[in-house]
């Protein structure tokens, strides 16, 4: 298994990665270009694009931005409306795991940037159905998350008629270096279904056996080309054109806004996905069970690039993290009304069984050096401590009614 000797990606990593010859990644390649780029001059091409989308009969909204209760969001919104005085329509859809820290961060967010807000959330029981179908097929409980947070902007976008959509960092670009800064990559149909849905558009899910028809996905189906193509909408994303940073911009929102914090259970990331029981908890889980690595594997990688901590550091941390079990499968079973071994059953089918294998006691246990998740399982080094990690910021939990401990399918927020 070859892993990059800068960062800590494998070469499986599921958006497809190269090495050099040095042994160093295309994600870390492509970082490199964030000291060599002038930020400046990016920063009044955004103003450029930005202008050319603004709404000047005051009768529309100038642009589009997807938000959740985590995630960017907030530095988003920051940027557009307070620093480029964009009058943005914020779009949420609800991925229904939602947390209580995730819903008061949505709810602050609607109240600190005064905007304009809409809500998609598609019947429960369809999402049920199409998740009992994407976990069996795909061996995915996140299909319908992702199918809905990319489609549902691009369907407001037609049809309120607004053109510029504009979400924050591509992740091909970000983690592996799927495309350079300098290509300018925009959001494509293409990408969507490719990596985002692995594949498998709403239309692919309809099938008899899990009785899914047109009608349990049309939320999910993303708009007619011809459409997109008459309105002329265009997606972009704000990592080509500022210099991104997760982690410090999170600290500025958290300083500026009162963003909430949350400890996570897979991973040393306070601040990413903290709106959901399952990205980095039970979904991430699956990730180890498909390919060997998990989300902390993604927050060290991402977080050595920006110096924020040393190799040997991260891989302390994936040590730490990556076996533990997932905290909320009860939660996810209950609300999925699967029992524990149907889940596992079905799981198991996607189990990648090059880098698994059953030893004595019929438990799966990984295979030493086959993965990433394997090859920890040899590592015996400590960290050196040469740079002191700093933790991520934790905030006081705010007054919520919303229950603490299961999905909050609509939430009040703050009291
Ligand atoms: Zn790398």
């Known amino acids: 298994m070859r892993i990059c000797r800068r960062c800590l990606y494998p070469e499986n990593h599921a958006l497809n990665i190269i090495f050099d010859n040095e042994g160093i990644c295309s994600g870390c390649r492509v970082h490199e270009e964030k000291d060599k780029i002038d930020w400046n001059e990016r920063a009044l091409r955004l103003k450029r694009v930005l202008d050319i989308y603004r709404n000047r009969s005051g009768r529309n909204y100038d642009c589009i931005i997807p938000v959740s209760g985590a995630k960017d969001s907030y530095f988003i919104v920051h940027v557009i409306k307070n620093i480029y005085n964009m ?198 889980y699956i990730k180890l069970i498909k390919f060997g690595y998990s989300k902390v594997i993604d927050h060290a990688s991402r977080d050595i690039r920006l110096n924020l901590m040393t190799r040997d550091q991260g891989i302390q941390m994936a040590k730490k993290y990556f076996k533990r079990p997932p905290e909320n499968i009860n939660l996810f079973l209950e609300w999925l009304g699967i029992t524990e071994n149907s889940f596992y059953y079905l799981i198991d089918q996607h189990r990648n069984k090059d880098i698994w294998f059953r030893n004595e006691n019929w438990e799966w246990e990984l295979k030493p050096n086959k993965s990433w998740a394997g090859n920890l399982l040899l590592d015996n080094s400590t960290s050196s401590e040469t740079v002191k990690f700093k933790e991520f910021i934790l905030t006081e939990k705010k007054n919520s009614l919303d229950p603490q401990n299961k999905y909050i399918l609509i939430g009040k927020g703050l009291i």
């Open 87 to 284: 009058n943005p329509l914020l779009v949420t859809y609800n991925k229904q795991y939602n947390t209580s820290v995730g819903i008061r961060n949505l709810a602050n967010l609607r109240i600190k940037f005064n905007c304009d807000i809409m809500n998609l959330t598609v019947n429960p029981h369809h999402v049920k159905k199409i998740t009992r179908s994407t976990l069996r097929r795909f061996g995915s409980i996140y299909w319908h998350c992702i199918a809905g947070q990319t489609v549902y902007p691009v369907q407001m976008a037609v049809k309120l008629k607004i053109p510029l959509i504009i979400f924050g960092a591509h992740q091909g670009l970000d983690q592996v270096g799927m495309f350079s800064h300098f290509d300018e990559v925009e959001m494509t149909r293409k990408y969507r279904k490719e990596h985002d849905l692995m594949g498998f558009e709403a239309e692919d899910l309809i099938n008899d056996f899990d009785e899914i028809s047109i009608e349990n996905v049309q939320p999910y189906i993303y708009p007619d080309n011809l459409e997109i193509e008459r309105i002329g909408i265009r997606g972009i994303y704000l990592n080509n054109y500022l210099r991104w940073d997760s982690r410090t911009q999170h600290e500025q929102m958290i300083k500026k806004y009162g963003y909430e914090t949350s400890r996570q259970n897979r991973t040393f990331d306070h601040y990413n996905d903290i709106d959901c029981w399952n990205y980095s908890d039970l979904h991430d």
